[in-house]
């Protein structure tokens, strides 16, 4: 199976308008344009995660003018978009057809492949105790990476092809939820990955 994107290359930078963040503030926010093939025959649904594998592991130091996170701090996963039971027919995700522009508080019902569920992604912890943006963030909502850190960051776009057409999930479901209830029913898995930075130094490096 594989997974390509015409929004942004392999290992390349992904473009700030499927960014949510961007240096002059929020960015478009769009999903980007993903398609896949070669499933293997026996595929009854999809997968697809979005996980930033370089989120800064000490949230004191995200943010600040006096300071720059190092490279080697230690890193955790941020998740970006969750979603589930997408039909084995479906090949193809059109840019901006899932997410387009920022929703304060969060997407209620994020548009998606009819049949689809979307799960909650990272940003409702994040923003947890800001009144301005706190709120269940369902759907895709694309990178913001810390002004300040020295790492670029990878955003892994992983699609799973699964045995059942659908997994058993709670209503509000995170990508915790969906890696334990997939583990028995997965055939194979493909990946790419695009890069994004707010840092000046990384980015022009």
Request: with cysteine.
């Amino acid at each position: 199976m594989h997974l390509t994107s015409e929004s942004f290359a392999h290992r390349g930078r992904i473009p700030a308008e499927f960014a949510m963040g961007t240096p002059e503030g929020f960015g478009g926010n769009r999903n980007p344009h993903l398609a896949w093939s070669d499933a293997p025959a026996d595929t009854q649904s999809f997968v697809l995660l979005c996980i930033d594998t370089d989120a800064p592991t000490d949230a004191s130091t995200v943010g600040r003018e006096d300071m720059e996170i190092p490279v080697e701090q230690p890193r955790a996963d941020f998740v970006h978009w969750v979603m589930v039971d997408i039909p084995a027919s479906v090949s193809s995700i059109a840019a901006g057809s899932c997410s387009e522009g920022v929703t304060a508080h969060g997407k209620r019902t994020p548009p998606g492949p009819p049949g689809a569920r979307q799960g909650l992604n990272d940003y409702t912890g994040w923003f947890k105790g800001n009144a301005d943006m706190a709120g269940d963030y369902a759907g895709y909502d694309g990178p913001y990476p810390p002004f300040n850190d020295l790492r670029t960051h990878r955003y892994f776009f992983r699609l799973f092809a699964l045995r059942v057409p659908k997994l058993d999930l709670p209503a509000q479901f995170t990508a915790a939820d969906v890696f334990h209830a997939l583990q028995p029913h997965e055939i194979t898995e493909a990946a790419i990955y695009g890069t994004y930075s707010l840092n000046p130094k990384v980015a022009a490096g």
